[in-house]
DNA sequence: GCGTGTGAAGATATTCACAGCC
DNA sequence: GGCTGTGAATATCTTCACACGC
């Protein structure tokens, strides 16, 4: 499998997933590019496109089968196969609403313990996972081969904390946090700075309006 | 000012504004394209690129000036003239986690209250922000001018709560539901579904390295 | 008829490379 | 020497349009 894949089509890739699930759910058995471009802003060659990049999974004159396709998508994002732990790390406010929210289950991640500082957050139970001390997060990570981490930390904290979980080993970072990361080659960053986003919004209702 | 600015230019200026309100606040004075870029997974030239979509703002041989630049930038992306109020929708975790988190104002965003069709819920105040019956959000929303909401309601009731929100005159939406949404033309939804982030980082450690 | 898969064309975004100014 | 701003070149992404199979 290539590793030349752009990442707005792995991000549509995402989207189309939760389309089909929402389908599968109704109990859709099939389905069209053009349909699951109507769902996302795009037509119906870029969804075409975008699978192509993977092999051929629809029959002509037909379309797409939701399960077979759903399946096709899991095995390209790498949910199929395994279950993902993850780590959360600063037991804040965003910790507390990740580790009380049963999606991600499902979905193929698995939380499987969050990391302070602080000593009056560590030894709580949130969700039915353990806060444990910062100290404890390089033999945890080994132990249960944790790859991917969230970052939910303070801004001023964030990029010595990044810095160490990447010496810990992890590979992906989801990060909250309102800094960009410096990380070693290798080490994915997702950003996922709830202000930025609110940015791009009020950045497209100033005065560049179509 | 123009209309066709591409997105990724909107999220970098947004990260770029990051790292020039942190350089600000350890009291440096100029900063070059090229350590701005270093920050960024970018190029120099990118960085110039992007400002010079709209002006000229730096000095040769010299680089930016970090206050000014900041305030070309919050003006840019709209959140230096005006406060931004903001409502979230659906009183659960992840708006706990929005109402207290003190970060936004600074940036020009402004939770004015928060609605939920819970009773349970209605009535209480988080973070100095009162949480409302759905039903108030017309007013509200009118009386207070605001244009933008935070949708974090579960996934089946996202695309009911946003038609409803786009029908209270609601012209951005931040979307924490894993569903992707139908809007009228003229709404602008910014994606922000942690599974998606997740999985934007699991497809990149599947087989997929360079 | 319908809908996929895909070369070829087109549109966008990024990088190069250098003139011009500090 | 350093660094911006920008045409020109390149790379990347998206759309068109049609052959092929259902």
Redesign the interface.
Same mark, same amino acid.
Do not use: C, K, N
């Given at each position: 499998? @290539?590793?030349n894949?752009p @990442?707005p089509s792995?991000?549509r890739?995402?989207?189309y997933?939760?389309?089909l699930e929402?389908l599968a759910g109704e109990g859709t058995r099939h389905v069209s590019s053009r349909q699951l471009a109507g769902?996302?802003k795009a037509g119906d060659a870029q969804v075409r496109r975008d699978l192509a990049l993977f092999g051929q999974f629809g029959r002509r004159g037909v379309g797409y089968e939701v399960d077979d396709l759903i399946n096709v998508l899991r095995t390209? &994002?790498?949910?199929r196969q395994r279950q993902?732990p993850?780590v959360v790390v600063g037991a804040?406010?965003?910790c507390?609403? &990740?580790l009380?929210?049963r999606?991600?289950r499902q979905?193929?991640?698995d939380v499987v313990a969050a990391f302070d500082i602080d000593p009056k957050k560590i030894g709580r139970t949130i969700g039915g996972v353990d806060v444990l001390p910062m100290e404890d997060c390089a033999p945890v990570i080994q132990r249960l081969e944790v790859?991917?981490a969230i970052l939910a930390v303070p801004?001023d904290a964030a990029d010595e904390t990044a810095r160490r979980l990447c010496e810990c080993g992890i590979?992906?970072? &989801?990060n909250f946090a309102?800094?960009?990361l410096?990380v070693p080659e290798?080490v994915?960053v997702?950003?996922? @700075?709830?202000?930025?986003?609110?940015?791009? &919004?009020?950045?497209?209702?100033?005065?560049?309006?179509?």
């Open positions: 499998m @290539d590793h894949i @990442d792995v991000r890739l995402s989207a997933l939760r389309q929402r769902y996302i390209i &994002l790498g949910t993902w993850v804040g406010e965003i507390h609403a &990740l009380t929210y999606g991600f979905r193929g991640f790859r991917l801004a590979e992906g970072i &989801l309102t800094t960009g410096e290798g994915f997702s950003e996922a @700075d709830i202000t930025s986003h609110l940015e791009q &919004l009020s950045f497209r209702l100033t005065s560049h309006r179509p």
